[in-house]
């Protein structure tokens, strides 16, 4: 039976940590994920864990300390945050490479600078091809199960990926709602033990990692990631069934929110997809078939499922909360354009950067989507696809 | 573990280059980085002992039964030139290669 | 319909409004209810203005944005009420919850002419007499709840005696003093 319970974000992260009972946890405390390690660190103390707590001086030593423990055949965990994530970058790829399972919590917030504590996603889409499997969650439950379901996932052996679940920093990472949490044992039992193949303790076979690579290598090393990349696409849906038929808690790799039937559809990511639900219902009582595909699974990107889901639409609006800065749009609008384009699904779609630096995103501001949205599915035309949501004017 | 080499398909490669085996650097003959090369003059050498264990590639051959060194294993040395460095009776001088 | 309740709260570092809210969310999810509780960050001062909020629904809360139309509004320090616009957007149709002892025609007047309820309470009083030291966050989540009719006092009661020994399990003389300080709010917190 599942309990329950009220938690926030993080403590939902730190709860589940606590139930996966990894080997090894090292963490080095920023803003707004630091609750995670300090919850932990508890659990820690209290002896409701037997991890090994690594404290370590900085996030480049935290991901360090977690290649090194995973590749010594111990299951290791981290979180973090923003410039934490920037501070790992080098050691982001190493651990992907390296094609060690470890997994993240990635509490969302804006790289730096100027200096920003709230949430967007530009931390996660600096990272977002670097080889991890990125997984988004809409609330405390979506985080929660998503860690659930992370060692199953990363560590299967046709994956052997390293791991990231995200959320919302302070919208969902510090916001008390309701939750299903599932029992110790249970979780213990889906989770499983770590068994790898090959590692560094193992006396019976000595065995070398991250050695020289080049010309005549490196491609094929990075080809395997890819490949390895596209057979998680499998591995998730599965795991993701064993979950369902366990909770009763559907995933796949988006979900479809009144779609089957939309004029026309809101794509986007974590707390937002929420809001857009709240939106669409709305929509709905009037009469107006609003619909909305919330990304999940963003690495490996979903891309023949979400060209399908979205054919027959006639207008489409991507949500991106960071901006890539580079003059044609943000990094989902570009895939889900790519994944239009490749199936040849000819919708007019546009992008929207939001929510940037934790600017809050209301009811109001997705309702403003949907009535461009009308007026692009009536015209078929878009005029500017790169735009602003929420963004203060002047006479630009 | 089967030999790696630049003709191996992706398929048969480890992943993440990983090696499943202790003492590979024996596949790996570094003899020919060496631009100067080592040359043993045996008459002049006492087996004093301070050669070997400076060689950072093991290519100075000790003999298990009488423990007296014998000529350089060409196929790993790389000319670094440490072993005539600390000989203290110019029992290694240094040639150029090709010379 | 649904049943949605939108509260925001109004206070100072330190003061225990965020806690507060915290507590209520706790007490509403005891009774069944789907909650929200949050705070609104900012710079983390002693004295500092700040908001948290809460929603409160009999169905799942999805909608993950502040609340700029709340039902009801509580205001923990009335020294905010003349630089902290606390009526904006709050509906009509709701009330607003000040911890003060101010007259009536100068709450009227520095809540621009809100035509909703307002209620007071005197939380300083309440908390000084109950608990011998200023507390306000407990006297004003009393007040919110009798307020907005969330729950029934005696539920309220019962939750809060329960979450009590459970927090105060390690210093049960402290359970009475909040006790007290509830039931006296319960009962004191008046509509002017």
Known sequence: MSIRERLSGNEAAATAMKQINPDVVAAFPITPSTEIPQYFSTFVANGNVDTEFVAVESEHSAMSACIGAE?????????????????????IYIASSLRLPIVLSLVNRAVSGPLNIHCDHSDAMGVRDSGWIMLFSENNQEAYDNLLMAHRIAENENVLLPLMVCQDGFITSHSIENIELEEDDKVKKFVGEYHPNHYLLNDKEPMAIGPLDLQAYLFEHKAQQANAMKAAKDVILQVSKDFESWTGRHYGLFEEYMLDDCDFAIVCMNSTAGT?????????AKGIKAGLLKIRVYRPFPAEEVAEALSNLKAVAVLDRADSLNGMGGALFEDVVSSMYVAGKQVPIVNYVYGIGGRDTTCNDIESVYNDLSEIAQSGKVDNPYRYLGLRKGDM | MSEINNNTPIDEMTIGGNIYEAGNARNFKTGDWRSVKPVFIRENCRQCGLCFPVCPENAIPVSKDDLQRTDFNYDYCKGCGVCAKVCPFSAITMKEEGV | MSDLIEIRWHGRGGQGAKTASLL????????????????????ERMGAPITAYNRISSDPITVHSNIYEPDYVVVVDDTLLESVNVTSGLKPSGAIVINTTKSADYLKSVLNDYSGDIYTIDARKISMEALGRYFPNTPMLAAIVKVSHIMSDEDFLNDMKDSFKHKFAKKPEVIDGNMKAIEM???EVKKI
């Open chain 1, 276 to 284: 857009a639900k709240a939106v669409v219902n709305d929509l709905r």
């Open chain 1, 71 to 91: 590749a010594a055949g111990a299951r290791a965990m981290t979180a973090t945050s923003a410039n934490g994530l920037s501070l790992m970058w080098e050691m």
């Open chain 3, 24 to 43: 209520l969310a706790d007490a509403a999810f005891n009774t069944g209810k789907y909650i929200q509780g949050f705070p609104e960050y900012g710079p």
């Open chain 3, 185 to 187: 709010a319960l009962n």
